[in-house]
């Protein structure tokens, strides 16, 4: 799981004479908006819409704050276009430089930026025909795999561009893609224009939109981005790429250049909707918080439980404790504060950063916990580092009783398609029952939205036979089918181990 971002300045906006860095300040401000998706470094690419054989780079390890100043994006003051990426590790070392986004490689036809968001099922095959072809390659990231085999497809159609016009290699991306399986999203701009480009299953959101001036109805820029919270708030969110779906961004506007065949239905990521999104988007149509809601509510349905106050795990989880307090009519009360300057700790790259973190990141309210039966609200739980902590911290605080309760399933499978859970052992549910967990994080009560909850509000189940890539029934119900030409789904593999493609790692 990364953030991408890409915006092109827009022809009608030259007349409105654009202040010098207004581009670049809206890419930083939308890598900024993107920061839960990717905490370990940051990079920006752009191009000034002339020079064929050039692009400004600005790349380092950290957070978006962090990586740009006012003096290094002084260089895309000329720059019409960027793309930029936040990168959440899920292949590649960890601390190279050379393995942050975006990859920048030079091609027959000039230089190609390109930011991926997803992880490769079949990349180990991948590099090694690349390899074998005699092609060098100066990571083990599949983003710049990705990068190499698109330079190798506008040179083996070098011979039929004659009078092509430079910045458009459509043809060439969708070769390219075709050949891969999931998961991507990518961004891949050339030096007039970019391409948003969604993988037949659509297993990694991507949304396009329109920036308008404040004071007027004409377009300033058209961007692209994982998520629409990244989009200015001047800005329109136009639509959100079909599966399968390439789509050019260039200053004469947006338009949709190829559509592969969506795999149906699509099998998205369910994991988006539980924890990773921020509940200001839009996806497929509905904000992620009213799906969270309703998550909680579920919940609450579900259980029987007396409790005094209903709390829960900043921040994903706030949507389901409101959800679940409604339901039940147990009073919701904070009880823990969150240190906002501590990154989300599932995301940190190793076992002993997660740990640290969780330790800088929370607070009790002591006061709203003191004697009190806690029902705490979580998104999920992973490895439960976080969760048997936190219970400990309430229990010295003098919470009477602890009881948690989980907006999703267990996680018991791991995940080969951007979430940086690479083996079951991990998991603190994939080899325990519910009495074992309990135990493990020392609550006096653990539950998770059963399976049958499940079928009522989350899976919506075929006639035939239980699929498990179907969507959410409190996710199905607020979406607009009527645009779309595939069934709709979400690849559910972590919770059921029933993966979208065949899985050989």
């Known amino acids: 799981m990364c953030g991408i971002f890409g915006i092109v300045q827009a022809e009608s906006s030259q007349s409105l004479g654009l202040p010098v860095g207004c581009l670049s300040g809206l890419a930083v401000d939308g890598l900024t908006a993107l920061q839960h998706r990717g905490t370990e470094s940051s990079g920006l690419v752009g191009a000034d819409g002339v020079e064929r054989q050039h692009m400004d780079i600005v790349k380092g390890h950290g957070l978006v704050r962090d990586v740009y100043t006012s003096e290094n994006i002084g260089k895309f003051n000329d720059s019409v276009i960027l793309i930029g990426h936040n990168r959440y590790s899920t292949s590649g070392k960890k601390s190279g430089i050379n393995c942050v986004q975006p990859f920048v490689v030079y091609t027959a036809v000039g230089c190609v930026a390109i930011s991926h968001n997803g992880e490769l099922v079949d990349a180990k095959k991948k590099r090694l025909e690349v390899l074998h072809q005699g092609v060098g390659l100066s990571t083990d990231t599949d983003s710049e795999l990705i990068g190499q085999m698109i330079a190798k497809a506008v040179a083996l159609n070098y011979k039929c561009r004659r009078d092509h016009d430079p910045g458009d290699i459509s043809r060439e991306l969708a ?46 820029a058209y961007c692209a981005a994982s998520e629409s919270c990244a989009f200015p708030s001047t800005a329109k969110l136009d639509f959100e790429l079909q599966p399968g779906e390439i789509v050019e961004l260039s200053k004469n506007g947006i338009k949709s250049v190829c559509q592969m065949k969506p795999h149906t239905p699509s099998a998205m990521c369910i994991f988006e909707y539980v924890y990773f999104a921020r509940n200001d988007t839009i996806m497929e149509g509905q904000q992620v918080q009213t799906v969270r809601e309703a998550c909680g509510k579920q919940m609450a349905l579900e259980d029987q439980i007396e409790a005094d106050i209903v709390s829960n795990v900043p921040d994903s989880s706030t949507a389901a404790a409101i959800g679940y307090s409604i339901q039940s009519g147990i009073h919701y009360e904070p009880c823990l504060h969150r240190n906002p300057y501590v990154g989300r700790s599932f995301i940190q790259p190793s076992n002993e950063l997660r740990v640290s973190a969780i330790k800088k990141k929370f607070g009790v309210l002591k006061k709203n916990v003191e004697g009190k039966r806690i029902v705490l609200i979580d ?127």
Not at 463 to 487: H, W, Y
């Open 379 to 505: 998104d999920s739980i992973v490895r439960g580092n976080t969760m048997s902590a936190l219970v400990k911290v309430l229990r010295e605080a003098g919470a009477k009783e602890v009881h948690l309760r989980i907006a999703s399933p267990p996680l018991r499978f791991a995940c080969f398609m951007g979430i940086n859970i690479p083996t079951r052992e991990e998991l603190v549910a994939a080899n325990r029952d519910i009495d074992q967990v309990t135990q493990f994080i020392g609550a006096d009560s653990v539950k998770y939205l059963s399976v049958e909850g499940l079928q009522h509000v989350c899976f919506c189940l075929c006639a035939r036979q239980c699929n498990p890539f179907t969507l959410f029934q409190a996710v199905q119900s607020g979406i607009d089918k009527s645009d779309t030409k595939f069934e709709v789904g979400h690849c559910t593999a972590c919770l059921t181990g029933n993966y979208p493609v065949n899985i050989d790692f």
């Open 175 to 220: 070769v390219t893609v075709s050949a891969f399986s999931t998961s991507y999203s990518l961004l891949v701009m050339t030096y007039d224009r970019f391409y948003a480009v969604r993988d037949p299953y659509g297993n990694r959101p991507l949304c396009v939109g329109t920036v308008y001036n404040s004071s007027s109805t004409e377009a300033l």
